[in-house]
């Protein structure tokens, strides 16, 4: 089993490569796709995932005259397009070549939903040939205002590009991402996928035709994203787009017009030679990869090879991570997730066999999975991925907070997905609102991020982690509405009373802000208030809120006070002044949920409409929505298939019932997850009866984190809360046996057992092993 040089190789390397990190790409492009969910603009669809996202910017364009609703904003609050026409043009792209990646991961409808509300967005903007609007909100006025998109209370005003005041490389790259989305929904949808080539084309013409860079027509994007490399790369990028979804020469000649020009070392215009990655700024590499994937030609394939190899021996941090001195101090993250996409790209279309393309995986796959935990810091980068994911990320929505410098240190919502910048050149990082460089989030930082896993998980990398069970973990526990009220009375004067209540929140229900509607006595009037703002009075009913970042909630029983001065007539003898009704607003009077407490300090209810419901709502199940048309795997190993009996048996429990499939007829299973076994029968998935095992199955074979307890297998291969181990290709859990003797097989091999704390961190054909006191030692089998 050459156990030595393992060894050697494990104890050399330090104590940061002891536990593995997590390798699930499935479940980190799930989590990147919520995080676009999460920056959506607009009204949002019934179907809204991220529960404390509402509609907002819903009359973007009205200066304008022109709906320019939709679409995508970032940790901000404009809507820069040219930033996000090159994000949505590398997703679109992933989407189109990996596909099978996303739809292993049970994602492609939702990667779909993520494109096409960008697109949707792009088509609004296009509102003539020569005319497409590039920017919705004012810079200046939108960064003098944290507030979250739903509570913008300032102007937003539309900006456009036109023939007298063109944008070449705006147009371009909104052209290149139209035409990618249209290869991606080609097969599903020909009908979209036509208007969008459509539109792609002509933005072409406009950006070919009019040239200039946008910045200088959209004057307020210079001091935010400023055209720093010109308008070539994105004309030779929208051209090669074009070329590879219709094949038509003149698209190619656009690319050779500029590729072919001899350009000066010097040049700014130079198109050949980079050695950068690519941008939201910089196009030329992945147009470099795209002409090498569509031609085959060599002049295309040398400089794109020869790009590859620049990236892949650029230098790094300490731990791994690609570096540059110049770039990736601002989201470094995002610089080595760019620097391998267009490896990535190149690797696609070579010999599995080539030795080349096995060292341009292996780089991609160390750049992910260093953002994925592999790194000194131990900190897997993804917002919401694990307990050591950074909590608290630029970001105005999540922070539930009045500035970045305000409110708790810890943001109230999770903004599942993000993307953090990065850490420093020596692998160091700072989790904190106020650290732009290493902690703000952005649509271009999760773009080529997405992409990469994807193609992970088409290059069958994938391996699966156990159901995340940590608090936070996605998806959220519904929280109970347990709040409780306390109410307090003191005297100033004969006919004054002082009103002290006390708010605060249990269970994990956090609420960033909060309002009140009191209903008192008729003859009872408030007079004076104090840590609560008084924003309406109807008869004798008070509408108090608080402040942000006054008034935090924090879901963990911590009050919070307000006071006010109320006045009874003529003394009020014998007035119960104790408010008839109490309804408590979570987030807000505007957007938030309410629940009707109950003064008297017996608890809280919902109320209204709401009354008796799951919020959010999707969540009323327990899980998360999945897509329920086909059972795919979040996967990669090969598929087992298995036969028992040739048929069941009469007496059966089938657990796919519950899940809406029908109970198979035959005991063939093809595909096990941690549901069960299943078998497929009259183009539809049903579920392998427990008669087909010989035995009655009974409900509580499932563990209470949803996996199966293993049925033969008693091998552990990862252990946290519970011991887990591999059947059928999927997590099970390893019944726990107080009573059953463990097995110290180790010391036949002359090695000490572990303690009971240890953690598995490899596993061969004798057991699985730990580390203690720089050794090796077996875990035990119970």
């Known amino acids: 089993?050459?156990?030595?040089?393992?060894?050697?190789?494990?104890?050399?390397?330090?104590?940061?490569?002891?536990?593995?990190?997590?390798?699930?790409?499935?479940?980190?492009?799930?989590?990147?796709?919520?995080?676009?969910?999460?920056?959506?603009?607009?009204?949002?669809?019934?179907?809204?995932?991220?529960?404390?996202r509402h509609d907002s910017m819903v009359d973007a364009g009205k200066d304008n005259k022109v709906d320019l609703t939709g679409g995508y904003d970032a940790g901000d609050n404009v809507k820069f397009n040219f930033p996000q026409a090159s994000a949505l043009t590398l997703l679109a792209w992933g989407a189109y070549k990996w596909k099978d990646g996303y739809k292993e991961a049970g994602q492609w409808d939702y990667m779909k939903?993520?494109?096409?509300?960008?697109?949707?967005?792009?088509?609004?903007?296009?509102?003539?040939?020569?005319?497409?609007?590039?920017?919705?909100?004012?810079?200046?006025?939108?960064?003098?205002?944290?507030?979250?998109?739903?509570?913008i209370d300032y102007e937003y005003p539309s900006y456009k590009i036109t023939a007298s005041a063109p944008g070449s490389d705006l147009a371009a790259e909104t052209s290149a991402s139209m035409v990618a989305a249209s290869l991606a929904f080609r097969d599903e949808d020909p009908t979209y996928a036509d208007t969008l080539l459509k539109h792609g084309r002509e933005l072409y013409e406009f950006a070919e035709k009019y040239q200039g860079t946008y910045d200088k027509s959209i004057t307020d994007a210079k001091g935010y994203y400023r055209s720093y490399s010109g308008f070539n790369d994105e004309l030779v990028w929208g051209a090669?787009?074009?070329?590879?979804?219709?094949?038509?020469?003149?698209?190619?000649?656009?690319?050779?017009?500029?590729?072919?020009?001899?350009?000066?070392?010097?040049?700014?215009?130079?198109?050949?030679?980079?050695?950068?990655?690519?941008?939201?700024?910089?196009?030329?590499?992945?147009?470099?990869?795209?002409?090498?994937?569509?031609?085959?030609?060599?002049?295309?394939?040398e400089e794109s090879t020869r790009h590859s190899d620049l990236m892949v021996n650029y230098p790094t941090t300490p731990g791994g991570l690609w570096y540059d001195t110049n770039l990736s101090m601002w989201a470094s993250n995002r610089y080595a997730a760019n620097a391998a996409f267009t490896v990535a790209m190149l690797a696609t279309s070579m010999d599995a066999n080539d030795s080349k393309r096995k060292e341009y995986v292996a780089f991609v796959k160390k750049q992910i999975d260093y953002i994925l935990g592999d790194n000194p810091a131990k900190v897997d980068y993804v917002v919401g991925a694990d307990p050591s994911s950074p909590k608290a990320v630029h970001h105005r929505g999540a922070s539930g907070s009045k500035g970045a410098d305000k409110g708790p240190d810890e943001n109230v919502f999770i903004l599942y997905g993000a993307l953090a910048g990065g850490p420093g050149a020596k692998d160091n990082y700072k989790?904190?609102?106020?650290?732009?460089?290493?902690?703000?989030?952005?649509?271009?930082?999760?773009?080529?991020?997405?992409?990469?896993?994807?193609?992970?998980i088409t290059e069958g990398l994938n391996v699966p982690d156990p159901k995340q069970t940590w608090d936070g973990a996605w998806p959220p526990r519904q929280p109970k509405p347990e709040i409780t009220w306390d109410w307090k009375?003191?005297?100033?004067?004969?006919?004054?009373?002082?009103?002290?209540?006390?708010?605060?929140?249990?269970?994990?229900?956090?609420?960033?802000?909060?309002?009140?509607?009191?209903?008192?006595?008729?003859?009872i009037s408030v007079q004076n208030m104090w840590g609560g703002k008084l924003v309406e009075t109807k008869g004798s009913t008070y509408t108090v809120c608080s402040e942000y970042d006054n008034g935090y909630l924090d879901g963990k029983g911590t009050p919070q006070h307000w006071n006010f001065n109320f006045k009874k007539p003529n003394g009020g003898n014998g007035l119960d002044i104790l408010p008839k009704t109490a309804i408590f607003y979570c987030n807000g009077k505007k957007n938030g949920e309410a629940y009707l407490v109950n003064t008297d300090g017996s608890g809280a209810q919902t109320y209204g409409w709401e009354a008796g419901a799951c919020r959010p709502s999707f969540l009323c199940d327990g899980s998360a929505p999945v897509n329920t048309s086909t059972k795919t795997a979040t996967k990669t190993k090969t598929t087992t298939t298995k036969s028992s009996s040739s048929t069941q048996t009469s007496s059966s429990y089938c657990f796919s019932e519950k899940l809406g499939y029908k109970c198979c007829k035959a005991c063939d299973t093809i595909y096990t997850d941690e549901s069960g076994d299943w078998g497929f029968e009259n183009n539809d998935w049903c579920g392998i009866p427990s008669s087909c095992n010989g035995q009655q199955q009974v409900e509580n074979d499932v563990h209470e984190s949803g996996y199966p307890y293993c049925k033969t297998t008693t091998d552990v291969v990862y252990t946290d809360s519970v011991k887990w181990g591999i059947e059928n290709n999927d997590w099970c859990v390893i019944k726990s046996n107080s009573g059953a003797s463990c097995e110290c097989w180790s010391t036949s091999q002359g090695y000490n057992c572990c303690s009971s704390t240890s953690e598995v961190v490899y596993t061969d054909e004798s057991g699985s092993w730990g580390i203690e006191n720089g050794d090796w030692c077996g875990i035990k089998k119970c």
């Not at 060894?7 to 330090?14: D, E, N, V």
């Open 113 to 151: 939903d993520l494109l096409k509300w960008g697109m949707d967005y792009f088509i609004r903007c296009h509102t003539d040939k020569y005319v497409l609007y590039g920017q919705v909100g004012n810079g200046s006025l939108d960064h003098g205002a944290w507030v979250a998109p739903e509570d």
């Open 431 to 456: 989790d904190a609102r106020n650290n732009y460089e290493m902690n703000e989030v952005a649509l271009d930082y999760n773009a080529a991020f997405q992409g990469l896993l994807a193609f992970l």
């Open 240 to 301: 090669a787009m074009l070329y590879a979804a219709t094949g038509e020469q003149t698209y190619k000649d656009k690319v050779d017009k500029i590729w072919n020009t001899p350009y000066g070392e010097l040049d700014p215009d130079r198109f050949l030679g980079s050695t950068g990655p690519i941008s939201w700024d910089d196009k030329k590499a992945a147009a470099y990869a795209l002409m090498a994937i569509t031609t085959g030609e060599s002049k295309y394939i």
């Open 489 to 523: 009375l003191s005297a100033d004067e004969a006919s004054y009373m002082a009103g002290q209540p006390e708010i605060s929140t249990g269970d994990g229900l956090k609420c960033a802000s909060w309002c009140f509607d009191l209903e008192v006595d008729s003859n």
């Open 1 to 52: 089993m050459k156990f030595s040089k393992i060894l050697t190789a494990l104890l050399t390397c330090g104590p940061a490569l002891i536990k593995a990190a997590s390798q699930d790409y499935a479940r980190h492009l799930e989590l990147s796709i919520l995080f676009y969910e999460a920056q959506r603009s607009g009204k949002l669809p019934a179907n809204n995932r991220i529960f404390w």
